[in-house]
């Protein structure tokens, strides 16, 4: 099974950018469509973004234009940098493997996640 570890969640102010990194064990990392989701307390874990094994790129309407995903198969590793953040940006960021990349968009489309990341944003 693969360990995914997210670091790089913090405390910024609306309009800044942060690069958020989800770094994983797996040895299979190459194949795995990658993901990224947020949760905010009270709420169901929403979609944010997600990247597949050939590298395309899929993101929620609410981060279009102002987030990307990308990864380094050499590190085995994947990151969301995020750009004009927003107050409503404010959830903990979750990373996310799928084995067979069977879709993108749902949490049960995944078969690994990490702890998860705070991210919080100050008006």
């Known amino acids: 099974q693969a360990q995914l570890v997210e670091s790089g969640g913090g405390l910024v102010q609306a309009g800044d950018s942060l690069r958020i990194s989800c770094a994983t064990s797996g040895r299979t990392f190459s194949t795995y469509t990658m993901g990224w989701f947020r949760q905010v307390p009270g709420k169901e874990r929403e979609f944010v973004a997600a990247i597949s094994w050939n590298g395309n790129t899929y993101y929620a309407d609410s981060v279009k234009g102002r987030f990307d995903i990308s990864r380094d198969n050499a590190k085995n590793t994947v990151y969301l940098q995020m750009n004009s953040l927003k107050p409503e940006d404010t959830a903990v960021y979750y990373c996310?493997?799928?084995?067979?990349?069977?879709?993108?968009?749902?949490?049960?489309?995944?078969?690994?996640w990490g702890q998860g990341t705070q991210v919080t944003v100050s008006s």
């Open positions: 996310a493997a799928a084995i067979y990349g069977s879709g993108y968009f749902t949490g049960d489309q995944y078969d690994y």
